[in-house]
């Protein structure tokens, strides 16, 4: 089992954004942590991922903006968000997948990202 917490956000500057996420175990035993996000009328979306061996991968929509990493001393993942736009306006959700069973949930967090 796998509990996520939310750690915060950080505003890094103009357009900039920092969500964090701790995990509850080491998560160099967990698969793939990533984030979702959620926008009003939308699916939920995997906007980042890390899986152990493989490596990072990223929507479409948010390469070259956004950079997910981990740190597997204080076992927790970011998710760095530059040059923020509008349609980046959604709850953020941290995410764990152990390789098998059900995934894990962290908090949602909200951004908003005005024009």
């Known amino acids: 089992e796998v509990q996520l917490q939310r750690r915060g956000r950080l505003g890094a500057g103009w357009g900039s954004l920092r969500l964090s996420c701790a995990a509850s175990?080491?998560?160099?035993?967990?698969?793939?942590m990533g984030w979702y996000r959620q926008a009003p009328g939308k699916q939920r979306e995997v906007v980042a991922s890390i899986t152990r061996g493989i490596g990072t991968t990223y929507a479409d929509s948010v390469k070259g903006r956004f950079t997910i990493s981990r740190d597997t001393v204080k076992n927790t993942v970011d998710l760095q968000m530059n040059s923020l736009k509008p349609e980046d306006t959604a709850v953020y959700y941290c995410?764990?997948?152990?390789?098998?069973?059900?995934?894990?949930w962290g908090q949602g967090t909200q951004v908003t990202v005005s024009s």
């Open positions: 995410s764990a997948h152990l390789g098998y069973g059900s995934g894990y």
């Open positions: 175990r080491s998560i160099l035993s967990i698969n793939t």
